[in-house]
Nanobody
Framework: QVQLVESGGGLVQAGGSLRLSCAASGRTFSRYAMGWFRQAPGKEREFVAAISWSGSSTPTADSVKGRFTISRDNFKNTVYLQMNSLKPEDTAVYYC????????????????WGQGTQVTVSS
């Protein structure tokens, strides 16, 4: 069982930056691939970025490529999402998720989810 708690969301102006954190419980964090997803009002949950257990694979959605970076610290049981050059269309609730196996961009392949953190980008 893995419990995930996101933090770091908030209100920021367009062009600004935020860093999201996701703290995981459990001793086997390093065995899980982690992902960040987001969901805007009235829209489906969508993939943002993922990272393999070793950090060697970091697939990223085209919509955020070059602006968002995912990383992890297995000693701190934490995964991060650095978000730069934020745009109003990045406004959403951001969720982190964990799965056994390799990194994935598919919602249904993740076994554990956090409660989400709100990110609002004003124009």
């Amino acid at each position: 069982q893995v419990q995930l708690v996101e933090s770091g969301g908030g209100l920021v102006q367009a062009g600004g930056s935020l860093r999201l954190s996701c703290a995981a419980s459990g001793r086997t964090f390093s065995r899980y691939a982690m992902g960040w997803f987001r969901q805007a009002p009235g829209k489906e949950r969508e993939f943002v970025a993922a990272i393999s257990w070793s950090g060697s694979s970091t697939p990223t959605a085209d919509s955020v490529k070059g602006r968002f970076t995912i990383s992890r610290d297995n000693f701190k049981n934490t995964v991060y999402l650095q978000m730069n050059s934020l745009k109003p269309e990045d406004t959403a609730v951001y969720y982190c998720a964990a799965r056994r196996g390799g990194s994935s961009g598919l919602v249904f392949e993740y076994d554990y989810w956090g409660q989400g953190t709100q990110v609002t980008v004003s124009s």
